[in-house]
């Protein structure tokens, strides 16, 4: 079964440092969306991408991030100067015909 | 007021049991989604509805549009179905998708 795949599952980083989390959609799939979950939090969406530009984002999603599809298959989340609030799961998904296929997620730490 | 709201937050039940967990919702959607999130983080994809009813394996997802609610049964529970389910609804003329909060489910064996 086709699946969404992210790297890496876990990355600390220092408060300040830009972090690059890499997502590979589903190759069929048109659309591509970024959320997030603070520990202990609900599922919060970020941002969502089609036709290689954003179709609509969050409050969330401000100036400090980017996201980017570079090579027609990674789909990437950029956070320019990482703040500690920005621990948390992200969850890349792509969505097709049929409905949301999420990734694993990434584990980001902010020390 | 949260948008969608699941009920109840947290269920422990014996293995066997028939469970099940609801979802209302407050905006105009064009599906909704029940998804399940293991302690590792990973969330999967269960089901994804419009209308009426799916069915796969011992879990079963209904939707009442009119009445804005869904529920998610698991029947013959198993403590391998320990998991948190979120419903989760992709907004009408949004492409976004609005999350609750969850039921954290809980089988003993």
């Known amino acids: 079964e086709p699946e969404v795949t992210q790297t890496p599952s876990h990355q600390v980083t220092q408060m300040g440092q830009e972090v690059i989390l890499r997502c590979v959609p589903i190759s069929n799939h048109l659309y591509f969306y970024w959320y997030r979950q603070i520990l202990g939090q609900k599922v919060e969406f970020l941002v969502s991408f089609y036709n290689n530009e954003i179709s609509e984002k969050s409050e969330i999603f401000d100036d400090q991030f980017s996201v980017e599809r570079p090579d027609g298959s990674n789909f990437t989340l950029k956070i320019r100067s990482t703040k500690l609030e920005d621990s948390a799961m992200y969850f890349c998904a792509s969505r097709g015909h049929y409905g949301y296929t999420f990734g694993s997620g990434t584990r980001l730490t902010v020390v | 007021k949260n948008e969608v709201e699941q009920s109840p937050q947290n269920l422990t039940a014996q293995e066997g049991e028939f469970i099940t967990i609801n979802c209302s919702y407050s905006?105009?959607?064009?599906?909704l989604h029940w998804l399940q999130q293991h302690p590792g983080g990973g969330i999967v994809s269960l089901f994804m509805l419009s209308s009426g009813k799916k069915k796969h394996g011992r879990l079963i997802a209904t939707i009442n549009i009119q009445e804005k609610h869904s529920s998610l049964h698991i029947t013959a529970s198993h403590p391998r179905d320990s998991a948190v389910y979120i419903c989760?609804?992709?907004?009408?003329?949004?492409?976004?998708?609005?999350f609750g909060k969850g039921t954290r489910l809980h089988i003993l064996p």
């Open positions: 905006v105009g959607i064009s599906a």
């Open positions: 989760a609804v992709l907004v009408n003329r949004d492409d976004k998708i609005i």
